[in-house]
Protein backbone atom coordinates (compact mmCIF):
# COMPACT_ATOMS: atom_id res chain seq x y z
CA UNK A 1 0.00 0.00 0.00
CA UNK A 2 1.96 3.30 -1.16
CA UNK A 3 -0.96 5.74 -0.46
CA UNK A 4 -1.72 8.47 1.36
CA UNK A 5 -5.49 9.16 2.62
CA UNK A 6 -7.09 12.77 3.18
CA UNK A 7 -10.49 13.72 4.81
CA UNK A 8 -12.13 15.62 3.69
CA UNK A 9 -11.67 16.43 -0.02
CA UNK A 10 -13.37 19.43 0.14
CA UNK A 11 -14.38 21.88 2.77
CA UNK A 12 -16.04 24.70 3.30
CA UNK A 13 -16.18 26.80 6.68
CA UNK A 14 -16.78 30.18 8.23
CA UNK A 15 -14.14 31.88 10.21
CA UNK A 16 -15.84 31.19 13.48
CA UNK A 17 -15.82 27.49 13.04
CA UNK A 18 -13.82 24.60 14.21
CA UNK A 19 -13.36 21.65 12.09
CA UNK A 20 -10.39 19.30 11.72
CA UNK A 21 -8.71 17.30 8.89
CA UNK A 22 -7.45 14.05 8.57
CA UNK A 23 -4.36 12.20 7.23
CA UNK A 24 -3.60 8.16 7.39
CA UNK A 25 -1.05 6.45 5.91
CA UNK A 26 0.46 2.43 5.96
CA UNK A 27 3.90 2.54 5.00
CA UNK A 28 5.38 2.13 7.83
CA UNK A 29 6.49 5.82 7.11
CA UNK A 30 7.86 7.90 10.49
CA UNK A 31 7.95 11.20 9.32
CA UNK A 32 4.38 13.04 8.02
CA UNK A 33 3.98 16.66 6.79
CA UNK A 34 1.67 19.38 5.85
CA UNK A 35 2.10 21.47 3.79
CA UNK A 36 -0.06 24.60 2.04
CA UNK A 37 -0.66 25.12 -1.35
CA UNK A 38 -2.16 28.34 -3.22
CA UNK A 39 -3.29 28.02 -6.79
CA UNK A 40 -0.25 28.27 -8.92
CA UNK A 41 2.34 28.26 -6.56
CA UNK A 42 4.51 25.35 -4.88
CA UNK A 43 3.26 23.58 -1.86
CA UNK A 44 4.57 25.37 1.27
CA UNK A 45 5.91 23.52 4.75
CA UNK A 46 3.87 23.84 7.66
CA UNK A 47 4.71 20.70 9.74
CA UNK A 48 6.99 18.07 10.27
CA UNK A 49 5.78 15.23 12.66
CA UNK A 50 8.94 12.88 13.17
CA UNK A 51 8.48 9.34 15.42
CA UNK A 52 4.95 10.99 16.50
CA UNK A 53 6.86 14.26 17.84
CA UNK A 54 6.41 17.58 16.63
CA UNK A 55 10.11 18.62 15.17
CA UNK A 56 9.09 21.30 12.64
CA UNK A 57 6.70 24.26 12.90
CA UNK A 58 7.21 26.93 9.98
CA UNK A 59 5.86 29.73 11.87
CA UNK A 60 2.63 28.56 10.96
CA UNK A 61 -0.14 30.95 12.48
CA UNK A 62 -1.74 29.43 16.29
CA UNK A 63 -5.31 28.77 14.57
CA UNK A 64 -3.72 26.07 12.81
CA UNK A 65 -3.24 23.26 15.56
CA UNK A 66 -1.34 19.92 14.45
CA UNK A 67 -2.04 16.41 16.08
CA UNK A 68 -0.35 13.07 15.40
CA UNK A 69 -2.09 10.64 17.50
CA UNK A 70 -0.06 7.88 16.29
CA UNK A 71 2.31 6.97 13.53
CA UNK A 72 -0.22 6.33 11.02
CA UNK A 73 -2.64 9.33 11.58
CA UNK A 74 -1.99 13.04 11.42
CA UNK A 75 -4.67 15.59 11.85
CA UNK A 76 -4.79 19.47 11.26
CA UNK A 77 -6.98 21.29 13.74
CA UNK A 78 -8.66 24.64 12.20
CA UNK A 79 -10.27 27.14 14.56
CA UNK A 80 -10.93 31.01 13.89
CA UNK A 81 -9.29 30.68 10.34
CA UNK A 82 -9.45 33.51 7.62
CA UNK A 83 -10.00 33.87 4.38
CA UNK A 84 -6.78 34.23 3.15
CA UNK A 85 -6.03 30.89 4.49
CA UNK A 86 -8.03 28.88 2.14
CA UNK A 87 -5.90 26.65 0.06
CA UNK A 88 -5.30 23.01 -0.80
CA UNK A 89 -3.73 21.21 2.30
CA UNK A 90 -1.34 18.16 1.29
CA UNK A 91 -0.61 15.82 3.84
CA UNK A 92 2.51 13.77 3.10
CA UNK A 93 4.62 11.15 4.51
CA UNK A 94 8.19 9.62 4.25
CA UNK A 95 10.52 6.93 5.40
CA UNK A 96 12.51 8.25 8.31
CA UNK A 97 15.69 10.77 8.79
CA UNK A 98 16.87 9.04 6.00
CA UNK A 99 14.57 9.15 3.08
CA UNK A 100 13.19 13.08 3.75
CA UNK A 101 13.92 13.70 0.49
CA UNK A 102 11.17 11.36 -1.04
CA UNK A 103 8.02 11.96 0.29
CA UNK A 104 4.28 10.84 -0.51
CA UNK A 105 1.63 13.12 -0.65
CA UNK A 106 -2.25 12.33 -0.45
CA UNK A 107 -4.61 14.26 -2.72
CA UNK A 108 -5.39 17.12 -0.41
CA UNK A 109 -8.42 18.60 0.75
CA UNK A 110 -9.34 21.57 -0.75
CA UNK A 111 -10.69 24.45 1.72
CA UNK A 112 -12.49 27.57 1.62
CA UNK A 113 -13.22 30.15 4.51
CA UNK A 114 -16.10 32.16 4.11
CA UNK B 1 16.87 32.28 3.51
CA UNK B 2 16.33 30.45 0.73
CA UNK B 3 15.33 31.02 -3.54
CA UNK B 4 15.38 28.52 -5.91
CA UNK B 5 14.36 29.36 -9.66
CA UNK B 6 13.24 27.63 -12.21
CA UNK B 7 11.58 28.66 -15.69
CA UNK B 8 7.65 29.27 -15.73
CA UNK B 9 6.81 27.92 -18.85
CA UNK B 10 7.89 25.61 -21.13
CA UNK B 11 6.69 23.77 -24.42
CA UNK B 12 7.75 21.30 -26.66
CA UNK B 13 6.05 18.63 -28.73
CA UNK B 14 5.53 14.68 -28.50
CA UNK B 15 8.72 12.43 -28.43
CA UNK B 16 11.31 15.45 -27.66
CA UNK B 17 13.47 15.88 -25.29
CA UNK B 18 13.22 19.46 -22.57
CA UNK B 19 15.40 20.37 -19.83
CA UNK B 20 13.84 22.10 -16.80
CA UNK B 21 16.21 24.21 -15.04
CA UNK B 22 16.75 24.71 -11.29
CA UNK B 23 19.70 27.52 -9.76
CA UNK B 24 19.24 27.38 -5.78
CA UNK B 25 20.72 29.82 -2.83
CA UNK B 26 19.92 28.21 -0.20
CA UNK B 27 22.09 28.53 3.45
CA UNK B 28 23.14 25.22 3.33
CA UNK B 29 22.44 22.06 0.79
CA UNK B 30 21.70 18.21 1.28
CA UNK B 31 20.43 17.36 -2.10
CA UNK B 32 17.68 18.37 -4.74
CA UNK B 33 14.33 16.44 -5.44
CA UNK B 34 12.04 17.24 -8.17
CA UNK B 35 8.42 16.50 -7.97
CA UNK B 36 5.58 16.56 -11.13
CA UNK B 37 2.22 17.45 -10.52
CA UNK B 38 -0.76 17.40 -13.02
CA UNK B 39 -3.45 19.62 -12.45
CA UNK B 40 -5.67 19.01 -9.73
CA UNK B 41 -3.46 15.72 -8.50
CA UNK B 42 -0.87 15.26 -5.38
CA UNK B 43 2.66 16.22 -6.17
CA UNK B 44 4.67 12.59 -7.01
CA UNK B 45 8.32 11.97 -6.72
CA UNK B 46 10.68 11.72 -9.83
CA UNK B 47 14.23 11.76 -8.44
CA UNK B 48 16.52 12.89 -5.70
CA UNK B 49 20.44 14.16 -6.23
CA UNK B 50 22.40 14.00 -3.31
CA UNK B 51 25.91 13.94 -5.09
CA UNK B 52 27.18 15.83 -8.36
CA UNK B 53 26.00 13.84 -12.22
CA UNK B 54 23.38 12.09 -13.08
CA UNK B 55 20.86 10.05 -12.13
CA UNK B 56 18.66 8.18 -14.76
CA UNK B 57 15.11 6.98 -14.23
CA UNK B 58 13.24 5.52 -17.25
CA UNK B 59 12.53 8.69 -19.64
CA UNK B 60 13.50 11.11 -17.14
CA UNK B 61 17.03 12.03 -15.91
CA UNK B 62 18.18 14.09 -13.36
CA UNK B 63 21.38 16.00 -13.03
CA UNK B 64 23.44 18.10 -10.19
CA UNK B 65 26.26 20.45 -9.93
CA UNK B 66 26.88 21.53 -6.49
CA UNK B 67 29.66 23.55 -7.42
CA UNK B 68 27.41 25.74 -9.50
CA UNK B 69 24.04 25.66 -7.24
CA UNK B 70 22.38 24.38 -10.45
CA UNK B 71 20.37 20.96 -11.23
CA UNK B 72 18.06 19.94 -14.55
CA UNK B 73 15.37 18.15 -15.34
CA UNK B 74 15.50 15.83 -18.73
CA UNK B 75 12.14 14.44 -20.06
CA UNK B 76 13.14 12.65 -22.90
CA UNK B 77 10.34 11.11 -25.60
CA UNK B 78 7.94 13.17 -24.49
CA UNK B 79 4.22 12.12 -24.03
CA UNK B 80 1.05 14.21 -23.78
CA UNK B 81 0.49 12.86 -19.87
CA UNK B 82 3.73 14.44 -19.42
CA UNK B 83 2.10 17.86 -19.21
CA UNK B 84 2.24 19.02 -16.04
CA UNK B 85 3.94 21.30 -13.09
CA UNK B 86 7.71 20.10 -12.28
CA UNK B 87 9.16 21.17 -8.98
CA UNK B 88 12.64 21.24 -7.97
CA UNK B 89 12.84 20.73 -3.81
CA UNK B 90 15.96 21.26 -1.40
CA UNK B 91 17.01 20.19 1.90
CA UNK B 92 18.92 23.73 2.92
CA UNK B 93 20.33 21.77 5.83
CA UNK B 94 21.07 18.67 7.79
CA UNK B 95 19.12 20.17 10.93
CA UNK B 96 16.41 18.39 12.07
CA UNK B 97 18.20 15.36 9.70
CA UNK B 98 17.14 18.15 6.81
CA UNK B 99 13.37 17.57 7.30
CA UNK B 100 12.72 21.22 6.48
CA UNK B 101 11.97 21.11 2.51
CA UNK B 102 11.85 24.27 0.20
CA UNK B 103 9.70 24.24 -3.14
CA UNK B 104 10.98 26.01 -6.32
CA UNK B 105 8.35 27.90 -7.97
CA UNK B 106 7.50 25.23 -10.43
CA UNK B 107 7.83 24.64 -14.29
CA UNK B 108 4.67 24.47 -16.12
CA UNK B 109 5.28 21.93 -18.90
CA UNK B 110 2.69 21.89 -22.12
CA UNK B 111 3.17 18.89 -24.20
CA UNK B 112 1.79 19.36 -27.85
CA UNK B 113 0.75 16.72 -30.38
Known amino acids: DTEVTQTPKHLVMGMTNKKSLKCEQH?????MYWYKQKAKKPPELMFV???????INESVPSRFSPECPNSSLLNLHLHALQPEDSALYLCASSHDRGRFYEQYFGPGTRLTVT | GQSLEQPSEVTAVEGAIVQINCTYQ??????LSWYQQHDGGAPTFLSYNALDGLEETGRFSSFLSRSDSYGYLLLQELQMKDSASYFC??????????????FGPGTRLSVLP
Open chain 1, 27 to 31: MGHRA
Open chain 2, 89 to 102: AVRPSADNYGQNFV
Open chain 2, 26 to 31: TSGFYG
Open chain 1, 49 to 55: YSYEKLS
